[in-house]
């Protein structure tokens, strides 16, 4: 994917629409969005392997994103909800920084998660 005339805006709905992804799984697939080995707050992964640190039933929203495309980098805090095995429900914030590629995949990414 050129950076040619592409934008912030774009990186940040073509942001917006891998969160959109992640909440259709497990009828979706995120390897459009990510690059063959995923650096992980400093562990390689494979796309599997990514996909598995998401929580079954997991309900992302993005609070915030910022998106540069010059640099291929989007920030983001994002309110993360699924239901927990007492029947209640747990709620986390997760403070995210992402490198992607020249496709506007994930090639690395520093996660912080704050548990509520």
Do not use: C
């Not at 912030?8 to 080995?37: K, W």
């Amino acid at each position: 994917m050129s950076d040619t005339g592409k934008t912030n805006t774009d990186l940040e709905n073509h942001y917006r629409a891998y969160i959109g992804t992640i909440n259709a799984l497990p009828q979706s697939t995120l390897n459009p969005y990510l690059a063959p080995t995923i650096i992980h707050n400093d562990r390689n992964l494979t796309p599997e392997e990514y996909h598995k640190l998401v929580v079954n039933g997991a309900v992302f929203t993005v609070d915030s994103v910022i998106a540069d495309v010059q640099k291929k980098k989007v920030a983001a805090r994002l309110s993360i909800e699924w239901s927990n095995d007492k029947g209640g429900k747990t709620e986390v914030k997760e403070h995210v920084f992402y490198q992607l590629n020249e496709d506007w995949q994930i090639e690395q990414v520093w996660s912080m998660v704050e548990y509520l």
